[in-house]
T-cell receptor, first 109, second 115 residues
Framework: RKEVEQDPGPFNVPEGATVAFNCTYS??????FFWYRQDCRKEPKLLMS???SGNEDGRFTAQLNRASQYISLLIRDSKLSDSATYLC??????????FGTGTRLKVLA | NAGVTQTPKFRVLKTGQSMTLLCAQD?????MYWYRQDPGMGLRLIHY???????AKGEVPDGYNVSRLKKQNFLLGLESAAPSQTSVYFC??????????????FGPGTRLTVT
């Protein structure tokens, strides 16, 4: 079993739709959680950190469920510019950041 | 602020050749990392550094060496390149974990092909 698992997609959604991604992690002692966005042939960029109480940034909402060991990302009112690969990242050691393989999102006009 | 920069952006090597990838950051981050990204796999940690003059092995260190002589620079060396080292290499930096904002910031990547 991979330490961090994501559905690779692609998720093809129309503009304006709401889309949700899930990510599961295997190490119950994991301490920090992040969502990164990666555009084709570019570097990962931090989208948002994920906190236990859940957090929101504009159209993006992240949730953490420690009991079930998953994190989620909800994107409301999808834009064409949201098309990218979304990486789930879990810190399970002092310097150990585990990256998921990413979920591809395509927002269609 | 330039953030995290990497040179070169692209490189083609023949098997057995050597090269050094340079990473520089201007955010005064203590920690720096080198990752490789291959199709169908998440980023994998090669080496990391928690401060000037210190380095440590990550998940896939074989065939690579690193040095951190200055806080702002982290070098990744390939002594004898192999086709299995064909990949995209990303450098990242971050503040120490004691800070709430310890997320990683990435450079633009180096695309390396070994023939």
């Amino acid at each position: 079993r991979k330490e961090v698992e994501q559905d690779p997609g692609p998720f093809n959604v129309p503009e304006g739709a709401t889309v949700a991604f899930n990510c599961t992690y295997s190490n119950s002692a994991s301490q920090s959680f992040f969502w990164y966005r990666q555009d084709c042939r570019k570097e990962p960029k931090l989208l948002m950190s994920v906190y236990s109480s859940g957090n929101e940034d504009g159209r993006f909402t992240a949730q953490l469920n420690r009991a079930s060991q998953y994190i989620s990302l909800l994107i409301r009112d999808s834009k064409l510019s949201d098309s990218a690969t979304y990486l789930c990242v879990v810190r399970s050691g002092t310097y150990k950041y585990i990256f998921g393989t990413g979920t591809r999102l395509k927002v269609l006009a | 602020n330039a953030g995290v920069t990497q040179t070169p952006k692209f490189r083609v090597l023949k098997t057995g050749q050597s090269m050094t990838l340079l990473c520089a950051q201007d955010m005064n981050h203590e920690y720096m990392y080198w990752y490789r990204q291959d199709p169908g796999m998440g980023l994998r940690l090669i080496h990391y550094s928690v401060g000037e003059g210190t380095t440590a092995k990550g998940e896939v260190p074989d065939g690579y060496n690193v040095s951190r002589l200055k806080k702002q620079n982290f070098l990744l060396g390939l002594e004898s390149a192999a086709p299995s080292q064909t990949s995209v290499y990303f450098c990242a930096s971050s503040y120490p974990l004691a800070r709430e904002d310890h997320e990683q910031y990435f450079g633009p990547g180096t695309r390396l092909t070994v023939t």
